[in-house]
């Protein structure tokens, strides 16, 4: 059992029968009052994120999710499809609101790890850190400046990120998928 205490980012627990997630918590306490977490949660099902204020004496289950692979398709009128990775057959689908900013880095063939519960996949996560190939990028200029420059670039997923000017087409370079930001060339 969790209390309001325990909720922090990234901890994943039942609330109103659905599985959700943390992605914002701070105490707040007032004079004469009891302490309360405002929250912003996101539900693991449908990917809606809510604000949501928990008082002392609110309890939870934690969310019992276990993680298996499964493999990115195909992306077709806002549906994403996955497989599971030796059985083609067994197709399912996340709609974009689901899958939120993360679609921007998913290329065909990709092995993520899916999250399932109570024996259903309802989302998946990338990792932190994939590589890219830059599939466009205007040429950098060197010039007077007292920063390095940066300029933009639209990657093989079709994602486009700020990179630094020495990055050219056809370049390796790594994404930190949590922040969308250019890493490292790999």
Known sequence: MLTHTDLHPGIQFIYEGQPWEVLEAN???TA???PVIQSKIKNLIDGRV???NFQQGDVFDEADLEKREI???YT???QFFFCEPKDPAKRFSFTEAQ???QAKFLRPNEIVTGIVFEEKIITFKLPIKVQLKVKE???GLKGDRAQAGTKEATLESGAVIQVPLFIEEGDVIE???EVGQYVKRA
Request: charged share 30%; no cysteine.
């Open 76 to 78: 077709t009128k806002g």
């Open 71 to 73: 493999k990115y398709l």
């Open 50 to 52: 809510q604000e949501k």
């Open 175 to 177: 994404v930190n998928t």
């Open 99 to 101: 899958i939120g900013t």
């Open 32 to 34: 004469q009052r009891r």
């Open 137 to 139: 990028t205007a040429p």
């Open 27 to 29: 105490m707040m306490k």
